[in-house]
């Protein structure tokens, strides 16, 4: 199941002249993946070479909650990094979730809130 967010929690466009606070929980699923794609779907490529993190590799905290950040410049813990000129959109995948069988279900509070931080 892919959930896809092309807006922050105050319903402003993502931009990547932004930078953004990504944190809370994700819904149950024995694996899942955090992703930065373009318009059309497609994986953003960046210098370091990461667009994304999975569930394996991402670091929590003691309450199992997840923080990352999207930005332009470096930022400690985990970051994932724009360029600040192609735009962007969040792509949350779950994997063998049983969300799958009552979407209905599921609750803001189940995923993960987008804050928007500062702007350039």
């Given at each position: ?24 929980h994700v819904p149950k699923a024995r694996a899942w993946s955090l992703i930065l794609t373009d318009q059309q779907g497609r994986l953003i490529a960046t ?74």
């Open positions: 199941m892919s959930l896809i967010a092309r807006r922050d929690d105050s319903g402003r466009e993502l931009s990547p002249s932004c930078s953004y606070l990504i944190k809370g210098d370091l070479g990461r667009s994304g993190f999975t569930s394996a590799e991402v670091v929590r905290d003691e309450e199992n909650n997840l923080t990352i950040r999207v930005a332009r410049e470096v930022r400690s813990g985990n970051w994932l990094a724009v360029d600040g000129q192609t735009p962007f959109v969040l792509v949350l995948k779950l994997y063998d979730t049983i969300t799958r069988s009552n979407l209905s279900a599921l609750e803001p509070a189940d995923l993960p809130v987008i804050q928007r931080e500062s702007c350039i």
